[in-house]
């Protein structure tokens, strides 16, 4: 089948080509403007712009529009209204106007909000952001257009994560135009983060996940031995792509491409049936939308092809897990990348004085960006021996870091740098190859040539909080910088000076070795860096004095809103766990326990017959095998009878906090006992008699 990209990319989208065709110039103008530099379009303007859309819309079959938004689920909401006004002598008018554009009212109490709403009312709001597209989204429900919108309770606290994403990118943006500033640049008028989030997913045959009820109420599985076969041969990574799965992917691609999603990239990953897709990255705020559209629509895709996407972050013990790589950088309106070393040494300089804040940033707040990645699911994968480690650290690969230690170790050498020698060695920025800086895959944020890649996000996550928590700690870091330098007398020698100073001061940061070692834990610790291996670890970074000061000094959040997202971490934690244990609790005593009694009670009464019938007969192979079935068979069901009164009483603990982190402590190794001996009696007992596919099911039946 042949697909015209370039017809169908972005026909999905009421982007700004289709506004300049179908607005009135005046009113084209407006929108624009509002879009680059904030503000309020009027209410006559959004009547306009609403019946536009709307008309447009409805020429791509949408009969319904949804304000769509990102409550602290970390998922997408939506609420379908029809276009459809009240009827008169049976005739309905398709409608949609600014008011209904702009604003929306949504109860918000049945989103997380942590605190937030009980205090004030149960009104959430939701408002067009202008910087996002409408766009229309072919479902079974219908085409509905989409009105991508901020979601605010009544006093306008963020209950969502778009508003601090959007809060952190104009930090970041204030920031880095005073730097830009004082290296003489007058022509850039805006900064952005831009992302690039790499995707990683599996797929699962769909009759085999309705049979697993631990894929269909926690996306992982709970129970499962290996397969015979793993990841151990590597001749998955990038192996030739089954026709199911390919199916899939071209089906996926245009899919995202009618959304305007630029995906590009797709191939295999290191485990049997997970893949991956990057899309070519964007601005921040438009990554994240793409992302969350991206996931949706993964799931959606794969029934068509009788598959399920799994997006958890461990749905197989033993084999790798799935993150999303979320690539960082800082773009300018001019076309220039902050993150990019250039070859000029004012270029180098500026890059330098970039990079001595990034190191700053990500060392005095290497908590938060921890915290920033912490999902449920990511606590099998950070820690574990595939993806980055728990605790943060920077690679910068060998050319850079040897800058870094030259600058550190000799405050000469940068001076030959300013005096624009760029042939005397170590002292200037190399032309940095790509391959000299992306091999160390152990790290959880690496320099790769002109951007940062940020390793530990879970791949079912929002990379809305990460992004959040990158801007606002760089902005940080370049608000202190361009506070000093604004004050100095001598730029180039105050500038060379903090260059140094950041980069002495924060070097513990780099770590260039394996970070998955133990020797490297030992080494974090004695640096100082923070090792937090939970996501209940890492839940007080949110309320610490300098998170605080970090978040309310350029208004991201507010005290209250942090404890709020506090909260709500604490609660999730536990509703998965609680949710993980009570679905094994199910299938031990529903699947597992039955299914093994079958096995035990057949073989039993075979030895008996056996034995009656031919007394002479060597039974001891059956009696061995039916005495150890027996013993893991009450392993099991010794840890079923624990699991369920401990839940019972923890879940009595008052303190939210105390409450996850006995959960943590004491029901997640109570599920691991479960798991034991079921996982072993997988391999000792009859596959016929085994109620549900095998990790060899699962995996290679694709
Ligand atoms: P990798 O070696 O990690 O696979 P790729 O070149 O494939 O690297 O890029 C991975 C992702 O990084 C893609 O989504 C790509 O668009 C994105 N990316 C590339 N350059 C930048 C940049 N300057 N800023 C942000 N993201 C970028
Ligand atoms: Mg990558």
Redesign the pocket.
């Known amino acids: 089948m042949s697909v015209n990209v370039t017809e169908i990319f972005g026909s999905n989208v009421f982007s700004t080509n289709v506004m300049r065709e179908r607005l009135p110039k005046k009113v084209f103008q407006e929108v624009m403007h509002v879009m680059e530099h904030g503000g309020n379009i009027s209410m006559a303007t959004a009547d306009i712009v609403a019946n536009a859309m709307k008309d447009w819309a409805v020429e791509k079959g949408a009969t319904h529009y949804t304000h769509w938004f990102q409550p602290l689920t970390g998922i997408t909401a939506e609420k379908h209204d029809a276009f459809i006004t009240c009827p008169e002598d049976n005739k309905v008018l398709l409608q949609l106007t600014g008011k209904q554009l702009i604003m929306g009212e949504s109860d918000a109490s049945s989103f997380p909000s942590g605190g937030l709403r009980s205090t004030h009312y149960a009104r959430g709001y939701t408002a067009w952001d202008m910087t996002s597209p409408a766009f229309v989204k072919e479902m079974s429900a219908g085409t509905i257009l989409c009105i991508p919108t901020i979601f605010v309770s009544y006093h306008g606290e963020a209950l969502d994560k778009k508003t601090p994403l959007l809060r952190s990118m104009q930090a970041l943006n204030t920031q880095a135009i005073r730097i830009l500033r004082l290296f003489g640049n007058t022509e850039a008028q805006k900064v952005f983060p831009?992302?690039?989030?790499?995707q990683e997913y599996f797929l699962v045959d769909r009759d085999y996940y309705m049979q697993r009820r631990d894929l269909i109420y926690t996306g992982r599985t709970l129970f499962g031995a290996p397969a015979p076969k793993g990841q151990e041969l590597e001749d998955q990574y990038f192996g030739v792509i089954r026709e199911r799965v390919g199916a899939f992917m071209s089906d996926l691609n245009q899919e995202l491409w009618k959304l305007g999603i630029p995906a590009?990239?797709q191939h295999n990953e290191v485990a049997p049936s997970q893949h991956e897709m990057?899309?070519?990255?964007t601005m921040c705020n438009l990554a994240v939308d793409q992302n969350q559209l991206t996931m949706e629509t993964m799931k959606r895709v794969a029934t068509r092809h009788g598959l399920v996407c799994l997006l958890h972050e461990k749905p197989y013990a033993g084999v790798n897990g799935s993150g999303k790589?979320n690539?960082?950088?800082i773009?300018t309106d001019t076309g220039e990348?902050l993150?990019d070393p250039g070859d000029t040494p004012n270029e180098n300089l500026q890059f330098l004085l970039v990079l001595s804040c990034i190191m700053k940033a990500v060392d005095k707040h290497a908590d938060l960006l921890r915290q920033s990645a912490a999902c449920v699911g990511n606590e099998h994968r950070l820690g574990g021996q595939e993806a980055p480690p728990a605790i943060i650290s920077i690679f910068l690969g060998d050319q850079l870091e040897h800058v870094v230690n030259q600058i550190v170790s000799n405050a000469d050498s940068i001076k030959l740098l300013a005096s624009g020698k760029l042939d005397s060695g170590v002292s200037t920025v190399p032309l940095l190859s790509r391959d000299a800086t992306?091999r160390n895959r152990t790290t959880p944020f690496a320099f790769?040539g002109?951007?940062f890649?940020f390793r530990m996000v879970g791949s079912s996550d929002s990379i809305a909080d990460a992004n959040t928590t990158l801007n606002a700690i760089v902005a940080e870091a370049m608000c202190d910088a361009a506070d000093y330098l604004e004050q100095a007398e001598d730029f180039d020698s105050a500038c060379l000076q903090l260059i140094h100073d950041n980069m002495a001061q924060h070097q513990r940061i780099i770590f260039n070795g394996n970070g998955y070692s133990d020797e490297w834990v030992r080494e974090a610790a004695r640096r100082g860096l923070p090792n937090l291996p939970s996501l209940v670890d890492t839940v007080p970074a949110l309320v610490t004095d300098k998170a605080v000061e970090l978040f309310t000094k350029f208004g991201i959040y507010t005290k209250v809103e942090l404890e709020a997202r506090a909260e709500i971490m604490y609660e999730t934690y536990i509703k998965v766990i609680k949710i993980e244990a009570n679905t094994m609790i199910h299938m031990a005593a529903k699947h597992y326990i039955p299914a093994i009694i079958t096995y035990t009670t057949r073989l039993a009464q075979s030895i008996t017959a056996v034995a009656q019938a031919c007394p002479e007969t060597d039974l001891s192979v059956q009696k061995k095998l039916l005495n150890s079935v027996s013993d893991y068979l009450s392993q099991a069901s010794y840890a079923l009878e624990q699991l369920k009164p401990l839940m019972d009483r923890v879940d009595s603990i008052e303190d939210l906090k105390e409450m996850a982190l006995t959960y943590r402590r004491a029901v997640v190794p109570a599920m691991d006992a479960l798991r034991y001996p079921i996982d072993v009696l997988e391999l000792m007992v009859d596959k016929e008699v085994w109620p549900v596919p095998t990790y060899g099911d699962l995996m290679f039946e694709v």
Do not use: M, Q, R
Request: charged letters at 15%.
């Open positions: 831009c992302v690039g989030a790499e590009t990239t990057a899309p070519i990255y790589h690539n960082w950088s773009g990348n993150l992306d790769t002109n951007k890649e």
